[in-house]
């Protein structure tokens, strides 16, 4: 009796090791047939240590009951062809002791499982599925923060670490780096933040996200994440150029002559545009059109200054600029800001002049 109760305990322990399977598969997402897998190629690494040096055997685990079973595959060849007695089998004895109806060719498998391997397999079992959960686990992490990638993420500040910042990305925490942070801002702990998602990596832990303040495409998503229009494709941003907390020129087209789009990015009474600008804590933001003549182009993006003329070499991706006298403070810009983000914005390097100067230099040459 006490055998046949010890045989009956072994089997509940496995149905309960593969009821335990389900219920992670069912409450983790862990596919069952994955921490099987795993459990099956550790178990095949401490059930080789106990043949000789060759043998390379098989282990399958019962997904229904959890019996471990070891097996050895022989591939079967003509009697002479026999090379390797680990992995080959002649075919008369193949015929004898596996199936008489063998042909070369056939994989014919012996049973091996060695004495007591069920208690080594119970503890090498336990040890790969918590070992599986967590790379698993690593690797859901890092699939769902890779589709955020070059996306905006909302974090939670928790604390400044010297000069970085730690932040909870509600899965997982991140810094956000020195060199990722508007040097204008500051942040209480606690308090929600909108990021840029800059890359996500793997590593042995989990995995690593980078988050930035400072990358243009923050005020790209924060406009799609405000005007429908972005998001239909009706309007279109066709670049930015950003000097993160102070200001940021963007350039914006729309298909249909029906459509305003900067009217649409700034939207009623300013609603949309004061919404991005709230999230980046005051930085200025100019919204010009985009237009395929780089002369108009250039023009747009020196806004709010008014231009007289620009002549453009396409070739040199230059251009000269000439605006009132009364407007080439505004042109350049405080420390020249406003004539380095057009240029940034237009792809030209800009040199503005006044009108003054130019009628004095035509003068000289005459």
Same mark, same amino acid.
């Not at 009796?1 to 992670?24: N, P, Q």
């Not at 942040?187 to 832990?205: N, S």
């Given at each position: 009796?006490?055998?046949?109760?010890?045989?009956?305990?072994?089997?509940?322990?496995?149905?309960?090791?593969?009821?335990?399977?389900?219920?992670?598969?069912?409450?983790?997402?862990?596919?069952?047939?994955?921490?099987?897998?795993?459990?099956?190629?550790?178990?095949?690494?401490?059930?080789?240590?106990?043949?000789?040096?060759?043998?390379?055997?098989?282990?399958?685990?019962?997904?229904?009951?959890?019996?471990?079973?070891?097996?050895?595959?022989?591939?079967?060849?003509?009697? *002479?062809?026999? /090379?390797?007695? #680990?992995?080959?089998?002649?075919? +008369?004895?193949?015929?004898?002791?596996?199936?008489? $109806?063998? &042909?070369?060719?056939?994989?014919?498998?012996?049973?091996?499982?060695?004495?007591?391997?069920?208690?080594?397999?119970?503890?090498?079992?336990?040890?790969?599925?918590?070992?599986?959960?967590?790379?698993?686990?690593?690797?859901?992490?890092?699939?769902?923060?890779?589709?955020?990638?070059?996306?905006?993420?909302?974090?939670?500040?928790?604390?400044?670490? *010297?000069?970085? /910042?730690?932040? #909870?990305?509600?899965?997982?925490? +991140?810094?956000?780096?020195?060199?990722?942070?508007? $040097?204008? &801002?500051?942040?209480?702990?606690?308090?929600?933040?909108?990021?840029?998602?800059?890359?996500?990596?793997?590593?042995?832990k989990d995995p690593r996200v980078t988050v930035s303040r400072t990358h243009p495409n923050l005020?790209?998503?924060?406009?799609?994440?405000?005007?429908t229009e972005l998001q239909d494709g009706t309007v279109q941003i066709i670049n930015i150029a950003?000097?993160?907390?102070?200001?940021?020129?963007?350039?914006?087209?729309?298909?249909?002559?029906?459509?305003?789009?900067?009217?649409?990015?700034?939207?009623?009474?300013?609603?949309?545009?004061?919404?991005?600008?709230?999230?980046?804590?005051?930085?200025?933001?100019?919204?010009?059109?985009?237009?395929?003549?780089?002369?108009?182009?250039?023009?747009?993006?020196?806004?709010?200054?008014?231009?007289?003329?620009?002549?453009?070499?396409?070739?040199?991706?230059?251009?000269?600029?000439?605006?009132?006298?009364?407007?080439?403070?505004?042109?350049?810009?405080?420390?020249?800001?406003?004539?380095?983000?057009?240029?940034?914005?237009?792809?030209?390097?800009?040199?503005?002049?006044?009108?003054?100067?130019?009628?004095?230099?035509?003068?000289?040459?005459?």
């Amino acid at each position: 009796m006490a055998v046949r109760k010890g045989k009956r305990s072994a089997e509940a322990d496995r149905l309960d090791f593969i009821g335990a399977l389900d219920e992670i598969e069912k409450e983790r997402q862990i596919p069952k047939a994955v921490m099987l897998k795993a459990i099956e190629d550790s178990l095949k690494l401490a059930c080789k240590s106990q043949f000789a040096k060759g043998v390379n055997p098989r282990v399958t685990v019962n997904p229904e009951n959890g019996e471990v079973k070891a097996f050895l595959d022989y591939e079967v060849v003509d009697d *002479e062809d026999v /090379i390797n007695d #680990n992995t080959q089998i002649r075919l +008369t004895k193949a015929r004898l002791e596996f199936d008489k $109806k063998a &042909e070369v060719g056939d994989i014919v498998s012996k049973e091996v499982t060695p004495k007591n391997f069920g208690r080594i397999a119970a503890q090498k079992a336990k040890q790969t599925v918590v070992q599986t959960i967590r790379q698993e686990e690593r690797k859901v992490l890092y699939n769902y923060y890779k589709e955020k990638k070059d996306d905006i993420i909302t974090g939670v500040v928790q604390r400044y670490t *010297e000069k970085n /910042i730690g932040i #909870n990305l509600g899965r997982l925490d +991140t810094v956000l780096n020195e060199n990722e942070q508007v $040097k204008t &801002e500051r942040f209480k702990p606690t308090e929600r933040i909108k990021l840029y998602v800059v890359d996500v990596m793997e590593t042995h832990k989990d995995p690593r996200v980078t988050v930035s303040r400072t990358h243009p495409n923050l005020v790209k998503r924060l406009f799609e994440e405000e005007v429908t229009e972005l998001q239909d494709g009706t309007v279109q941003i066709i670049n930015i150029a950003r000097e993160a907390g102070s200001r940021t020129k963007m350039s914006v087209f729309a298909e249909s002559d029906n459509i305003d789009p900067v009217g649409a990015c700034v939207g009623v009474n300013g609603a949309r545009v004061n919404s991005v600008v709230k999230e980046l804590r005051g930085e200025k933001i100019d919204i010009i059109v985009w237009n395929e003549d780089p002369e108009v182009y250039i023009e747009n993006a020196l806004s709010p200054a008014t231009v007289k003329e620009v002549y453009v070499d396409v070739e040199e991706k230059t251009a000269e600029v000439t605006v009132p006298d009364n407007q080439l403070s505004l042109a350049i810009g405080k420390e020249g800001q406003n004539a380095r983000l057009a240029a940034k914005l237009t792809g030209y390097k800009i040199d503005i002049k006044c009108e003054s100067d130019v009628a004095n230099a035509t003068d000289d040459e005459e």
